[in-house]
């Protein structure tokens, strides 16, 4: 039986090839879905983690674990509480990446064996921290000696704080016969080295100030052995601060559920009272809700594709199904059983489905690098690769695809389905209807998807609630767009036939012979035609659509951060200022020191310029109690509109024109519109505003703007009923010497423009060197890298791509299968025609027509129902996929090279499918053709 | 007028995977204009391959082939196809109608290959009601018999008026009955068109059907006779 298998593929090698290609498609679609979306979550929690590190400072996951023992001078306590929290790792299910265990004594006498007078009274803590050593640079002695020193004083270090503090010296002992089993003879230690920390981001330190303040540190296991585990000491109490820090690097973007509530059991267990709730459970919980909604959203994008390869399959299967008709009836007549039929059906598909796999899943692994590098629909420029691995959840969609593949493989040689792309043309000849045609499945798709669309037009709140709420997409408004593309499809293939009987009518009597014949050719198989002309419009239609989608919500999503930041960087020094002069003479009026303004002369090698910005809040009074908050921004009009811009088309004044009356008027103010609305204010009036120390200022309104770089004029939030609250936010602009000499000198921030094909590189460089302290900063370029990596749009971007090129191979291997299986079955007809005297070239321009009128129809087709699919769809999609930090008003994007990339693609697939064909017709052997009749 | 056909010294070798094979073995005869001739012989006997020379579907290997008095050998691939599509009809063994044309429309189309300037709906009609068709006009091949689907051929072989008809095996697939009444009808055009008709046939009952019997064994001429 297998013998006759794999001879039944080598004499059909083109129709199993196809088969195969589908196959291999499906099996690397499905398991790309899982790694990608495994792969793209990892990263996401990762950067959660490193987002999470970078804004605390801290180890992204760590408990803090704090108790005291000792006070009764009991230790028993200690080892269990030890042993209690060492089991979170286990508990939680995370490894340990280190554990840093600070136990001090509390605050106590410690005499000086160097006097220092009288009144000098000395208390310092003794404290050890697990590798310590290893995370400090001694400045001054030495580190502590390792062994046992013979006179029972114990080498201890200080930190620089403590050391000036305590006015110590390198040398300096001081007894604690307070922590001491015998008073007579007091532990003593000496201070034998002054340490500084070796890097203050490291993960070791924590943000406990007190950590150094007036504490000695003396080496662990003695200050184990001299002040916890000494039988005889005297009663005091032990601070013990356990800090547990997980190897969050080894935890699965798949486990954050699992760990999250792992870590609740444990806070409400017996353990749970000596920490409180840690910071990474508010990751893990973000996580958790952006995972749910990329999971679901992907998956609806991926469905479509893995329908449409199912049905390609099918199709394929079903051909050569038919085509083997007569060999299964052989079979039949030669007694074999409809169950052995059967199993040599299975047998095949199992082959197929088995090579497939082998194929298919490392093809899909690879797709998945791809997808991983789409910064755009069609387009692949990010270089941050994602860690790809082949999960369990990949080989249980791998073997569910085997299954389905098999079976879909397996159903048309039981009868089940007759649905093929050339098997129709029998069904055509008949006059058979297909069933969708029959059942008038395209009225029906396209009433639901209008049902969609006013559905969703008119519920665009509920769509950018469940938004902002992180909620998944809605599958409706997905399926929408495609049934309406399907639906529409499906309607203009209906049509088709009216078209070309109408364009026949008219223009039979100016026909040439050629075009003539390839006329009635198509409007008899026009049935036949219907699940490849589907195919093209399909492709094309969503392929608009796609690429229109991939745009727009990410076009948005970029000239939203970008209007966000308002220019390339922008950043603020660490003011100093005069408080602690004032401490001591609290009439010293309080100023700050503005930094070294000339030390940014640097800027202009890479930029176009840079200014400063004053932007604090404010507020208006607002009758008599009430106020305002407002923020207000104090500019140099003519630096910032050098690095800043804002499309006019949002503004009713144009955006310079506002900067100018603003630069002519040095005591006025341009207002955020909203503001006018809500006022009633006019240009000309006269306002009142107050710096947050409530300074006022009066200024003239000269303008009123809708948008201003980095305003937004609305915050959406949602309220604890589940509702979106809708905030104005009011902005004042106002000259910057105006709010200078209104305000004081107030610190201020810098926003530079880099010049074009400049990188931020320079400032940084600049930071580094001079090694200024910055306490914000944001960089544009960064921001933007960052948007495109969002994992949903990264995921929407890399599964879209991979679902037109997908969409792109099928509509190639099916539109070529047919139409060279259609050329063959038409062989003699066309010997025919060759012996009445038809010229090769016409006969190649007669299937040209052909050609156009079933693929050029399909390609214009899917034009036109692309376009009104995302003119329709796309806006409702782009709320879906907003976020609350939505600012500029939508706009879709229809990016012409997108659409040349698009028909470009499809134009070689036709050209390609002619160009076959004419090396069939050039080898087609005209007297072979006419004796096939005879046959 | 129709055409006359002269035949000289024609033979044809293929080259097959076991060596030469020559089908046709020095033909030489000719057909006079306006008769019908019926090509007789065996399955394998030449006839087809012979037919297909003076249709210009194929070369001889050596000889000639000159219809009125021109030969089609040296013509270039483009002449020898108006040739056909101007100055001959065909019909073949099998039925050869373009399905997604009905029967007046597969009509018209050989008109409008050969540039008829007729009105070819009159024509076509003509020509369905000469073979008994007149009321079939609208009808798709399929909806046909084969006998229909065949006189419908012979209508599409004569309504551009073509000067010769080459007929390979017509009365193949058809009833005994119905191929002597598509022979008549070959008889009939030849006589009442002026067309010269060339029509294979290995049925022996058709061999008194034309003016001239040309019967071919192995390549050869066995006989040529002018039939009573």
């Avoid at chain 1, 062994?147 to 080498?155: F, R």
């Avoid at chain 1, 028909?903 to 076959?916: E, K, N, T």
């Avoid at chain 2, 000719?30 to 070369?59: Q, V, Y």
């Avoid at chain 2, 022996?204 to 039939?227: C, F, H, P, T």
Wanted: aromatic share 10%.
């Amino acid at each position: 039986m297998l013998f006759l298998e794999l001879q039944k593929i080598k004499n059909k090698k083109w129709m199993f090839a196809c088969l195969l290609l589908g196959a291999v498609l499906l099996f690397a679609s499905a398991v790309s879905f899982p790694i990608y979306r495994t792969a793209v979550l990892d990263r996401m929690l990762d950067d959660q983690f490193s987002e999470s590190y970078t804004e605390n400072g801290e180890w992204p996951m760590q408990m803090k674990f704090y108790f005291q023992v000792g006070k009764s001078g009991n230790m028993s306590g200690l080892a269990s509480k030890e042993e209690g929290v060492r089991s979170a790792y286990s508990s939680i299910g995370v490894p340990e990446y280190r554990t840093i265990y600070y136990y001090s004594t509390i605050g106590t006498e410690a005499e000086p064996e160097l006097s220092r007078g009288e009144d000098a009274e000395i208390s310092l803590r003794v404290a050890m921290l697990t590798d310590l050593d290893q995370h400090i640079d001694i400045i001054d002695g030495t580190l502590w000696q390792d062994e046992d020193p013979g006179d029972s004083t114990l080498d201890v270090i200080v930190s620089e704080e403590t050391f000036l503090a305590s006015e110590m010296i390198i040398g300096d002992v001081f007894a604690f016969p307070l922590l001491s089993p015998n008073v007579k003879d007091p532990i003593r230690l000496r201070v034998v080295g002054v340490f500084d920390v070796s890097d203050p981001s490291d993960s070791y330190w924590q943000k406990d100030t007190r950590m150094f303040t007036n504490t000695i540190f003396v080496r662990s296991d003695q200050f184990l052995d001299y002040f916890v585990n000494n039988p005889d000491r005297p009663k005091f109490s032990i601070n013990c601060n356990i800090y547990d820090q997980f190897d969050y690097m080894s935890v699965d973007a798949s486990e954050a559920a699992d760990i999250s509530a792992a870590t609740d059991r444990y806070l409400n267990g017996q353990y749970g009272p000596l920490t409180s709730r840690p910071g990474f459970m508010d990751v893990l919980d973000k996580h958790e809700s952006s995972r749910r909604r990329i999971s679901v959203s992907l998956l609806l994008l991926e469905i479509p594709l893995l329908l449409l390869l199912a049905a390609f399959i099918l199709m394929i299967s079903g051909q050569l199904y038919s085509m083997e008709e007569n060999e299964i009836s052989m079979y039949k007549s030669r007694g074999a059983s409809s169950g052995q039929i059967f199993i040599l059906y299975l047998l095949q598909s199992v082959i197929i489905a088995v090579i497939a796999s082998c194929i298919g899943v490392p093809i899909g692994m690879f797709v998945c690098r791809g997808l991983g590098s789409a910064s755009s629909f069609l387009e692949f420029g990010i270089r941050r690769e994602l860690d790809i691995r082949f999960t369990e959840e990949a080989f249980m969609y791998a073997l569910v695809s085997a299954i389905v593949c098999i079976m879909i493989m397996t159903l048309p040689s039981i009868g089940a389905s007759r649905l093929t792309i050339v098997g129709a043309k029998r069904g055509g000849a008949k006059g058979k209807k297909a069933l969708w045609e029959k059942f008038y499945l395209d009225f029906l798709f396209l009433g639901i998807s209008i049902y969609g669309y006013y559905n969703f037009s008119h519920h665009t709140n509920d769509l950018l609630e469940s938004a902002l709420k992180g909620e998944s997409l809605d599958p409706l408004l997905y399926f929408s767009s495609s049934l309406f593309i399907l639906g529409a499809g499906m309607l203009l293939i209906r049509l088709r036939p009216l078209i070309v009987k109408g364009v026949f009518f008219l223009g039979k009597r100016f026909f040439r012979p050629a075009s003539y014949a390839a006329m009635l050719e198509s409007i008899r198989s026009a049935r036949s035609q219907q699940y490849i002309s589907l195919f093209v419009i399909l492709t094309v239609a969503l392929g608009m659509f796609d690429a229109v989608s991939a745009r727009t919500i990410l076009e948005n999503s970029l000239a939203n951060t970008s209007y966000i930041d308002g220019t390339d960087i922008r950043f603020r020094e660490i003011w100093y200022d005069n408080s602690s002069s004032r401490q001591f003479d609290p009439s010293i009026e309080f100023k700050y020191y503005e930094p070294d303004y000339s030390d940014y002369a640097g800027f202009t090698k890479f930029t176009d310029g840079y200014t400063r910005v004053y932007l604090e809040d404010g507020y208006l009074k607002n009758g008599s109690s009430g106020r305002d908050v407002v923020s207000i921004m104090g500019i140099h009009t003519k630096e910032f509109g050098t690095i800043t811009d804002v499309d006019d088309s949002l503004l009713n004044t144009p955006y310079r024109q506002l900067l100018n009356d603003l630069a002519l008027a040095p005591k006025g103010v341009l207002l955020s519109a909203n503001f006018r609305d809500s006022m009633g204010m006019a240009i000309g009036d006269r306002i009142t505003f107050y710096d947050k120390n409530s300074s006022s200022a009066d200024a003239t309104i000269v303008g009123f703007f809708e948008y201003w770089p980095g305003y937004e004029p609305v915050s959406r939030e949602i309220n604890a009923s589940g509702d979106i609250v809708e905030t104005s936010n009011y902005m004042i602009v106002a000259n910057y010497s105006f709010v200078r000499k209104k305000f004081g000198l107030q610190p201020y921030y810098v926003w530079m423009g880099l010049s074009e094909g400049e990188s931020a590189d320079g400032f940084y460089e600049w930071v580094a060197e001079s090694g200024t302290p910055l306490t914000y900063m944001s960089d544009r370029t960064k921001d933007l890298e960052k948007t495109v990596e969002d994992p949903l749009l990264q995921g929407m971007n890399g599964i879209l791509t991979m679902s037109f090129i997908v969409m792109l191979i099928l509509c190639a291997a099916g539109y070529l299968i047919y139409w060279v299986l259609s050329i063959k079955a038409r062989e003699m007809m066309l010997g025919v025609l060759r012996a009445m005297g038809l010229h090769s070239t016409e006969m190649i321009g007669m299937l040209s027509v052909e050609q156009a009128i079933c693929g050029l129809y399909s390609v214009i087709a899917g034009a036109a129902v692309g376009f009104i699919a995302y003119t329709l769809f796309v806006p409702m999609l782009q709320t879906a996929y907003s976020s609350s930090a939505q600012v500029l008003p939508l706009v879709m994007i229809r990016e012409p090279s997108d659409m040349v990339k698009l028909f470009v693609s499809i134009g070689l697939m036709l050209i390609v499918s002619i160009f076959v064909l004419t090396i069939i017709i050039k080898k087609q052997n005209m007297i072979r053709a006419l004796k096939l009749g005879e046959e | 007028m129709g055409s006359s056909v002269v035949i000289k010294d024609v033979t044809r070798d293929f080259q097959t995977p076991g060596g030469k094979v020559s089908v046709l073995k020095g033909i030489t005869c000719s057909i006079e204009a306006d008769t019908m001739c019926i090509l007789r012989g065996k399955s394998g006997s030449g006839k087809t391959t012979l037919l297909n020379m003076i249709g210009a579907l194929d070369d001889p290997t050596t000889g000639t082939i000159l219809i009125d008095g021109k030969s089609s050998t040296g013509m270039s691939a483009r002449a020898r196809e108006n040739m056909r599509r101007r100055q001959l009809g065909f019909v073949f063994q099998s039925v050869s109608l373009i399905p997604s044309m009905n029967a007046i429309q597969n009509v018209m189309f050989s008109m409008r290959m050969a540039g008829s300037k007729e009105n070819m709906e009159k024509r076509a009609m003509e020509v369905l009601s000469l073979v008994g068709l007149s009321n079939r006009m609208t009808h798709m091949p399929q909806e046909m018999s084969g006998g229909e689907q065949q006189r419908v051929a012979i209508a599409r072989a004569l309504a551009h008026r073509p000067k010769l008809i080459l007929a390979d095996e017509p009365t193949a697939e058809l009833d005994s009955g119905m191929a002597a009444q598509v022979t008549r009808l070959f008889k009939q055009i030849s006589e009442e068109q002026h067309v010269t008709v060339i029509m294979t046939t290995h049925d022996v009952g058709l061999m008194g059907a034309g003016d001239q019997l040309i019967e071919l064994k192995n390549g050869r001429i066995e006989g040529s006779d002018a039939a009573e």
